[in-house]
């Protein structure tokens, strides 16, 4: 049976979003994450407490950083660059497919930059994994998704995690991968949320305890996944519809939906517990990728 852990959460930044997603720490004293739904990239800084926030030119997916201060964001017409100084927003990566956007995102050991997309209308089997190679360009690796979710990089069992968050779908991938080349296998289920409170949404992999932990969007809860596939440990969340998890050294950041209590607020927890400990997400470097 899975056991609950308690983790104290506080509300940090003044800043709450409609559909907030894709927290990323610069690992050091600020997290960057977007509102999807407002159309807004987010700074949070831990010491101050405090938030800043840009408008996006369209509906940003994910933010990834390329080293403190140097963001990246995934909306619909491709990947952009954003200076904070100017607040000027760059496409450095194309993709034009109409009537869809970038979701989720990570970044594996060897910083190459792992991708999905979705169709905007949620139409089924429209959505993608990529990789974006050293040119800045997209290689398909997967398709036929329709909410795809759920990315880590499983480096030392080198495999590639990935979930679709589809109320029909709710399943979690275990995809082997060869991360020097890039080179993807045949996928396996890992796991299914069909039987849990909330659909499988945005993860992250705590290297040191071995879990694989996942969001619980519309559940109230996250869920740690042993590297089987079992259902080993669950957090009772107090707001509904908690959509990406991000872990760091100083703690655990947690993304949500603007719904119910605090939701849409960027939730922190300081002291973390053994089970959520492990390296944060690389700093994605450009000129990595086949």
Not at 191 to 206: K, S
Request: proline share 7%; hydrophobic share 40%; aromatic share 8%.
């Amino acid at each position: 049976m899975p056991t609950d852990i308690d983790l104290p959460l506080e509300i940090i930044g003044g800043a709450r979003a409609l559909l907030g997603e894709s927290p990323f720490w610069d690992h050091g004293d600020c997290i960057w994450w977007v509102d999807i739904t407002d159309r807004k990239l987010v700074r949070t800084t831990l010491s101050t407490g405090s938030s800043k926030s840009w408008t996006t030119p369209e509906l940003p997916g994910f933010v990834v950083l390329a080293g403190p201060d140097r963001p990246f964001i995934g909306m619909e017409r491709g990947i952009y660059s954003f200076s904070p100084a100017s607040g000027a927003f760059n496409r450095i990566l194309i993709s034009d497919a109409p009537g869809q956007r970038f979701n989720d995102a990570t970044i594996d050991e060897t910083g190459r930059l792992w991708a999905s997309t979705l169709a905007i209308d949620g139409t089924r089997g429209r959505g993608a994994l990529h990789c974006v190679t050293s040119d800045l360009s997209l290689v398909t690796v997967i398709d036929g998704l329709t909410t795809p979710n759920g990315l880590a990089a499983d480096t030392a069992g080198s495999r590639l995690f990935l979930s679709d968050s589809h109320p029909d779908i709710q399943t979690i991938w275990s995809v082997p991968c060869d991360f020097r080349s890039g080179t993807l296998g045949f996928r396996d289920v890992f796991a299914t949320t069909h039987h849990l409170g909330g659909r499988p949404d945005g993860a992250a992999l705590a290297s040191d305890s071995g879990l694989y932990w996942i969001a619980g969007v519309d559940g109230s809860a996250l869920y740690g996944f042993t590297m089987d596939g079992a259902l080993e440990k669950t957090v009772r969340l107090s707001f509904p519809a908690p959509t990406k998890l991000a872990l760091s050294a100083r703690g655990i950041a947690i993304t949500a939906k603007g719904e119910g209590g605090y939701g849409g607020e960027l939730a922190i927890a300081r002291n973390v517990p053994p089970c959520f400990r492990g390296r944060p997400v690389p700093f994605w470097q450009l000129g990595v990728g086949e």
